[in-house]
């Protein structure tokens, strides 16, 4: 039996749209066009350069099939280049993340300059590669700063051309990669650290937990999600580097810094085999997106069993 009273046409609309989180595909359509074409479009082109001889100057491309991809097997700096790759992005992602693990619990919620500290640390990141390459690399040449201490504390004999060294070269590069994003590091797990309830800190505290067996078995657990997202972020950084060798090394000495983005940037831009560019830049993709994407189902997978 109808009550005789009509609702207003305010809680008309928000009957019709109430409980429901769906906007409306009308406004989605225009961003799906764009990413489809300026980034999904652009990879199908180039995963089809891959397959010719094109050289970017020509009108025409010859079709070559995997004859590219063959190539960068045989080619000794190719596989030089992805082993390099994979070296840098494993260290940097372990020791990056442990850096910024042990500076989010030491800055989480006590100590008074907290927040100065925490601003200091993420600087870095939000300064140009570019930048701090220039400024690692007056560091880190012969007559730079850090053999001039070497130097005067008498250690002349452990003085190096850090960036000329094929030996020390890539650990340079390394080092500067996990001290411009440490930083960052540190911010997803200070996310995670302040969505624990003290509450539960407290308990285990109150139970006679030591520091370490707390962090162990209550703060690490719950910090699983930041770990997923911290350590997917930093490997896809890693296996992606290309600013700071270009501008520390251009991927010398002898090769000895080469991986793969620096390898798509010279044979496209240097050498012109867009071609074979191409195919680098495909198994690029692949690389990151396999391990990338097995990363994270494992990651998820122990986040469910926690």
């Known amino acids: 039996m109808s009550t005789g009273v009509v609702p207003e046409p305010s809680q008309r609309r928000r009957g019709k749209w109430s409980g429901s989180s769906r906007a409306p595909w009308g406004w989605a359509i225009p961003a799906v066009i764009l990413v489809l074409a300026i980034v999904y479009l652009a990879d199908l082109a180039g995963a089809w350069y891959s397959l010719t001889d094109w050289t970017g100057s020509d009108a025409g491309a010859k079709w070559v099939g995997l004859s590219n991809f063959a190539e960068i097997i045989q080619d000794s700096t190719a596989r030089s280049a992805l082993l390099h790759t994979l070296l840098i992005a494993v260290v940097f992602v372990v020791v990056a993340n442990a850096i910024g693990m ?44 850090i053999n001039g201490l070497l130097g005067a504390l008498g250690l002349k004999g452990a003085q190096q051309d850090w960036l000329g ?9 390394v080092v500067v990669f996990i001290w411009q994003f440490s930083g960052l590091t540190m911010v997803f797990y200070l996310a995670g650290l302040q969505s624990i309830p003290i509450e539960v800190e407290e308990a285990a505290a109150v139970d006679g937990a030591s520091a370490w067996y707390k962090f162990r078995k209550v703060t690490l657990p719950l910090l699983a999600p930041s770990i997923t997202i911290s350590l997917t972020f930093t490997l896809v950084l890693g296996l992606r580097v290309f600013d700071q060798v270009m501008a520390l090394t251009a991927g010398g000495p002898v090769n000895a810094t080469e991986t793969l983005a620096t390898q798509v940037y010279k044979q496209t831009f240097v050498n012109g085999q867009f071609g074979y560019g191409a195919a680098l830049a495909v198994v690029m993709t692949l690389l990151i997106a396999i391990i990338g994407f097995a990363q994270l189902i494992v990651l998820r997978r122990g986040e469910r069993q926690i």
């Open 165 to 173: 060294s094929p030996t020390f070269a890539i650990w340079a590069i």
């Open 102 to 145: 042990a500076l989010a619990v030491g800055l989480a919620r006590t100590l008074k300059t907290r927040n100065l500290l925490r601003s200091m640390f993420f600087l870095p990141v939000a300064m140009s590669p570019l930048a701090v390459a220039y400024i690692w690399k007056y560091i880190l040449q012969y007559d730079g700063p």
